[in-house]
């Protein structure tokens, strides 16, 4: 009964969108074309599930500070943290990623088709500016077969080009907890060449105490077109964040009584980090004829770190990383046997340099060093793709990857012993798609891949020098998974979309985190190989245009993901669900847009009860989150002025913004802020 109940509003969505299908479609419009896979395909080819967010629905009537706000509506993906920026935002695609202890695991991100994931699968999202953000693209499922460490899928994200001559623009919001996020931007140029500089700064008191963050951002991008087959794309970035204050987490009880405190341990040791970033890329795409395509990417990641961790022994780390890579990619049409043939292969080569050192934490002093050392990871790849079109209904689509990781490290400070060592990994990873379109409206698509996920530089942290992990964990390896997809999409262009997939994913060798005994409690996690799990899953969404000013979106994640067979010195959990993932998720926004400038959306949020530990005795309940944003744009001549507010957590619900999992001493939740409210002042001149 429980499970029908919470079938109940997939239910919904789906004979709804079933009853506004049988309306005839109106007239189609430009298809809507897919970057994440590589080779450009159009989306009704996409033998995967997808999901593409546009730019102004991203920057209209939203606060836009986080990410959470953008991809709540994307089924499949489960994304926390939006509020403590010094662990950055926390994103699972399918389970991928729920566990890390930071950041992002498993999934490919792309910003302007350069890689903001490291070889050794860690992302950071902290220096993206989602005020340029044009579109984002989900690729859900694995795809290491077209971009290796990338067992839960890819986000790629593409920023704003020049606008058609000179363009001025300027955005203020203020909001509760001392917020403040100032932007501005402008661009000079056309086709064929256009210049776009943005600038940012973001500030924030917190809801939580000692949970203060500063941001800086500058950007700059070149778009360059010297003829009409050839495109260069140039960006420049810079990152500055002097102060991000981590609270840390809480147990529930006093998650529950006194929601703003932080963690004594997080104030007493001053937890937090620092960091500053520049970065550089580049891409040419060279149309060679009618039928060929090259494209070359190179780019260069400078960034100093500073983190201060709440315990005493190694609680402070620094390290200075350069993350530099190069890309190639060739494409041609062709035909076999009088059918059409899509094929492009390519290279890719990373490689990731950090100076890495640890020194005693002192209650937020620098203590002595016990720890320095030089980790490198180089990986190097082959790709092909092919895409045979059976039909004119039928069309198939593989993929083969071969990845080859390198790490290394050299131990700097010999006075404990010499800890240098060295990791060497090859993965094959394939991958083969079936699409099948009946008519213009209906694609029904199949698909089987295989994908790795390696562990990161911190998770090889060596559990026999606890005092400070120097060296590798030799006995770690990467997990794998294999994956089985069903799935469909509905179009009918400007008045419905709507689609579903069902997977099973087996993993084995999963990647869990322990504790050495005689660092218990210190906060300090270290990794092992530990079992198998087999994860099931059923996503839908759906966008309506009610009318002409009228829309509604939804989305709904049932997830059925547990161990089978999972052993960790802390005990035996198989059997047990994955924690860190709602069973059941779904979203619901209804926005009005209208032409005098008046825009509004309501959204709902609804979040499943999930485990916060692998022995599943801790728990995070059900809650629905409910945001309202508002707005009106006036237009002044050129000049066009735009006013907008927004509540969030409208229901003043008290709920975890980030559970930490398998905490130690129970400290699994980060509350998230009460009921607050924001207010932003744009104006654009062009």
């Given at each position: 009964m429980r499970f029908a109940k919470s079938c109940l509003p997939a239910l919904c969505l789906l004979l709804a969108a079933v009853s506004a299908a049988q309306e005839p479609p109106p007239v189609e419009l430009e298809p809507i074309e897919i970057e994440a896979t590589r080779s450009a395909l159009e989306l009704a080819e996409v033998p995967a599930a997808v999901t593409v967010i546009n730019g102004e629905s991203l920057r209209q009537g939203r606060g836009a500070a986080s990410l959470a706000e953008v991809l709540d509506q994307v089924p499949g993906l489960f994304i926390q943290n939006s509020g403590n920026f010094a662990q950055d935002a926390r994103i699972a695609l399918r389970g991928f990623g729920a566990q890390a202890a930071f950041g992002i695991r498993g999934v490919a991100i792309l910003v302007d088709g350069i890689p903001q994931t490291l070889p050794d699968g860690q992302a950071q999202v902290d220096a993206i500016d989602l005020n340029e953000v044009e579109r984002i693209e989900i690729l859900r499922g694995p795809a290491s077969a077209l971009y290796g460490n990338a067992a839960g899928g890819v986000i790629l994200i593409t920023t704003?080009?020049?606008?058609?001559?000179?363009?001025?623009?300027?955005?203020?919001?203020?909001?509760?907890?001392?917020?403040?996020?100032?932007?501005?931007?402008?661009?000079?140029?056309?086709?064929?060449?256009?210049?776009?500089?943005?600038?940012?700064?973001?500030?924030?008191?917190?809801?939580?105490?000692?949970?203060?963050?500063?941001?800086?951002?500058?950007?700059?991008?070149?778009?360059?077109?010297?003829?009409?087959?050839?495109?260069?794309?140039?960006?420049?970035?810079?990152?500055?964040?002097?102060?991000?204050?981590?609270?840390?987490?809480?147990?529930?009880?006093?998650?529950?009584?006194?929601?703003?405190?932080?963690?004594?341990?997080?104030?007493?040791?001053?937890?937090?980090?620092?960091?500053?970033?520049?970065?550089?890329?580049?891409?040419?795409?060279?149309?060679?004829?009618?039928?060929?395509?090259?494209?070359?990417?190179?780019?260069?990641?400078?960034?100093?770190?500073?983190?201060?961790?709440?315990?005493?022994?190694?609680?402070?780390?620094?390290?200075?990383?350069?993350?530099?890579?190069?890309?190639?990619?060739?494409?041609?049409?062709?035909?076999?046997?009088?059918?059409?043939?899509?094929?492009?292969?390519?290279?890719?080569?990373?490689?990731?340099?950090?100076?890495?050192?640890?020194?005693?934490?002192?209650?937020?002093?620098?203590?002595?060093?016990?720890?320095?050392?030089?980790?490198?990871?180089?990986?190097?790849?082959?790709?092909?793709?092919?895409?045979?079109?059976?039909?004119?209904?039928?069309?198939?689509?593989?993929?083969?990857?071969?990845?080859?990781?390198?790490?290394?490290?050299?131990?700097?400070?010999?006075?404990?012993?010499?800890?240098?060592?060295?990791?060497?990994?090859?993965?094959?990873?394939?991958?083969?798609?079936?699409?099948?379109?009946?008519d213009s409206n209906w694609t029904v698509f199949a698909n089987y891949g295989h994908a790795f996920q390696t562990p990161t530089t911190t998770e090889l942290a060596n559990p026999e020098n606890p005092a400070d992990g120097g060296g590798f964990n030799r006995a770690l390896g990467p997990e794998t998974a294999d994956n089985l997809e069903l799935g469909f999409r509905y179009h009918a262009p400007g008045r419905l979309r709507f689609e579903g997939s069902v997977f099973r994913i087996e993993v084995d060798d999963a990647i869990a985190s322990f504790e050495v005994p005689e660092f218990s409690g210190s906060g300090r996690d270290f990794f092992t190989n530990a079992g198998r799990s087999t994860r099931r899953g059923l996503e839908l969404a759906a966008e309506w245009r009610l009318g002409a000013n009228l829309s509604l979106d939804a989305a709904w994640t049932g997830s059925d993901f547990e161990f089978d067979r999972f052993e960790t010195a802390d005990g035996d959990f198989s059997g047990k669900r994955l924690p860190g993932v709602p069973k059941h998720r779904s979203n619901l926004g209804l926005a009005w847009a209208d032409a005098r400038g008046f825009s509004a959306r309501l959204e709902a949020n609804r979040v499943g009860g999930?485990?916060?530990?692998?022995?599943?005795?801790?728990?995070?309940?059900?809650?629905?989150?409910?945001?309202?944003?508002?707005?009106?744009?006036?237009?002044?001549?050129?000049?066009?002025?735009?006013?907008?507010?927004?509540?969030?957590?409208?229901l003043d619900q008290r709920y975890p913004d980030n559970v930490r999992i398998n905490a130690f001493g129970g400290r699994f939740f980060e509350p998230a802020p009460d009921r607050n409210y924001w207010l932003a002042l744009g104006l654009d001149w062009r």
């Open positions: 704003r080009r020049a606008a058609e001559g000179p363009r001025l623009s300027a955005r203020q919001s203020f909001g509760s907890f001392g917020r403040s996020d100032s932007r501005a931007s402008a661009a000079v140029g056309g086709d064929q060449l256009g210049l776009r500089l943005s600038l940012g700064r973001f500030e924030q008191d917190g809801f939580r105490d000692h949970s203060r963050v500063e941001q800086k951002r500058a950007n700059l991008r070149l778009d360059w077109m010297p003829q009409p087959a050839t495109r260069v794309d140039m960006s420049l970035g810079w990152f500055d964040a002097p102060e991000e204050q981590d609270p840390g987490a809480l147990n529930a009880a006093d998650a529950a009584a006194t929601p703003r405190a932080a963690n004594p341990a997080n104030v007493r040791f001053d937890a937090g980090e620092s960091l500053e970033q520049w970065r550089f890329g580049a891409r040419v795409e060279q149309r060679l004829s009618e039928r060929q395509r090259l494209r070359l990417a190179g780019f260069l990641f400078d960034r100093d770190f500073s983190n201060l961790l709440p315990f005493r022994d190694g609680g402070q780390v620094t390290f200075d990383r350069q993350f530099s890579g190069l890309d190639l990619a060739h494409e041609v049409d062709l035909d076999l046997a009088g059918l059409p043939l899509r094929w492009a292969w390519g290279a890719d080569w990373r490689l990731q340099d950090d100076d890495r050192a640890r020194y005693g934490n002192l209650d937020g002093l620098r203590g002595d060093r016990v720890l320095q050392q030089r980790e490198r990871v180089e990986a190097r790849a082959l790709w092909a793709q092919a895409r045979l079109e059976l039909s004119t209904a039928w069309s198939l689509t593989t993929a083969l990857r071969q990845d080859w990781i390198d790490l290394d490290v050299r131990d700097r400070l010999l006075a404990d012993g010499d800890d240098s060592g060295s990791r060497d990994w090859s993965e094959l990873s394939p991958w083969i798609g079936l699409a099948w379109r009946p999930f485990h916060a530990d692998n022995a599943n005795t801790a728990r995070a309940e059900s809650r629905t989150e409910l945001r309202l944003s508002a707005g009106r744009a006036f237009r002044l001549g050129s000049t066009r002025l735009r006013l907008d507010a927004g509540i969030e957590n409208l």
